[in-house]
Structure formats: C-alpha cells, structure tokens
C-alpha cells in the first residue's frame, strides 16, 4: 500500500511551548488515523502542524507537496457567496472539477443558491466539509468535522470519507465518535512533551 505521509520524531508545539515530542507514524492510501485522547492533549495542534499552519518543533514530515486538505473548526465559508458559489471558489483555488458530487454527496444540491449567511449551523458544517472534495488532495486533516451535525449528516460525512479512501485518498481525524468504518487510532497523550516543572511542581501544566 502506497504510503502518503510518514512523521518521524516529529515534535509540535504551542505557544512558544512544547506540547507533544517524539511522535512517529505512518499513513497508507485508503487508511484512516483516529487521534485520541482528553481536551488539551494536543490533538489540534498535531493536525495544524501536519497541514502546514505552524512548524514542527523537530523531527520530520514527509509528504507530497499539496497533498495536505485542512478542515479545522472554522468551516471556512465565505457568507455573502451562495453555497454553489462558495465551491466554484474552492475549486478555483485548488484547480478542482465539477461541484456537483460534493453537493449531491453532502446534500446541499436544493441549497446550492442559498447564501452562506443564512445556512444553519449543520448546513454550513456539510458546506465546509463539502469544500474538501473539490481540493483534488489525497489526505483529508480533520478536526472535529462532525460538530453541528446531526445523525443523518454525520452518515453523509462517513459515505463521503469512504468514497476517498476507496478513490486511493486517506484521512487523519480527531474525534471522540464511532463513525462506523476500520480506523486506526493513536493516543496523542502517550506523547506529551515532559517540562521541568520545578519547585512550583505541575503549576505551568494549567496553562498549557
């Protein structure tokens, strides 16, 4: 299986402060990593450094150039353009194809005029996850995706995910959900950066 990242040592931090070292994986063509672990263990912050929005803190990442497609937990809409509009735009900037699975696959095609302001929370959700097809990108980075959505949206996002892995794409996503396919996970908090605490003991840890 064509491997389409490896991490090596690969050190994140945040604030000025490190927060996760020694981190070492691989993700194949048609795999889904899961990354686990409490709020605050660093999750966020590995995915902001694997898509390139903040150097790692030592160590490796091997990947394609452009092969990275972010969502965080902004969904990155543009309010005044219509839901049709706001694709047409991503796939401008990333030299993507027709819209049209993206809509059909999120259910969006009944909303296509509709302006971005006026979505729903779960309907600008479905938009901001939608953008993700049209970037042509084979790894998906995802933060969360499935806040805001209901049941049947959360079944949407999953049928889509399949769809890429079976097209040769993978995924890397942090979430505390079963989304009802094979995944692996890695526990982020096995890889925290140790501090040297000092005589004030654990009191930095608060703030990190």
């Not at 990947?63 to 969502?71: C, F, K, M």
């Not at 953008?131 to 996002?157: C, N, Y």
């Not at 996970?185 to 004030?200: C, E, I, K, N």
């Amino acid at each position: 299986m064509e491997i389409l990242l490896q991490v090596s040592d690969l050190g994140c931090a945040r604030g000025g402060m490190a927060i996760l070292a020694g981190l070492n994986f691989t993700l194949s063509a048609g795999e889904v990593l899961v990354l686990r672990g409490p709020n605050g263990a660093g999750k966020t912050t590995l995915l902001r450094t694997l898509a390139g929005f903040q150097p790692p803190n030592g160590g490796q990442i091997a990947v394609a150039e452009d092969a990275i497609a972010y969502a965080g937990h902004a969904d990155g809409i543009k309010a005044t353009l219509s839901v049709a509009e706001n694709l047409r735009f991503w796939a401008g900037v990333y030299g993507g194809g027709s819209i049209e699975p993206a809509l059909a696959a999120f259910d969006l095609r009944a909303l296509r005029d509709r302006a971005g302001q006026v979505l729903s929370a779960g309907q600008k959700r479905r938009l901001g996850l939608a953008r993700l097809m049209v970037t042509g990108r084979k790894i998906w980075v995802l933060d969360e995706p499935t806040v805001s959505l209901d049941a049947a949206s959360v079944a949407l996002f999953a049928d889509a995910v399949r769809g890429h892995l079976a097209a040769g794409g993978a995924a890397i996503i942090a979430t505390h959900i079963d989304l009802g396919f094979e995944t692996r996970s890695l526990d982020v908090a096995q890889f925290r950066a140790r501090h040297d605490t000092g005589p004030m003991g654990s009191f930095d840890e608060a703030f990190v």
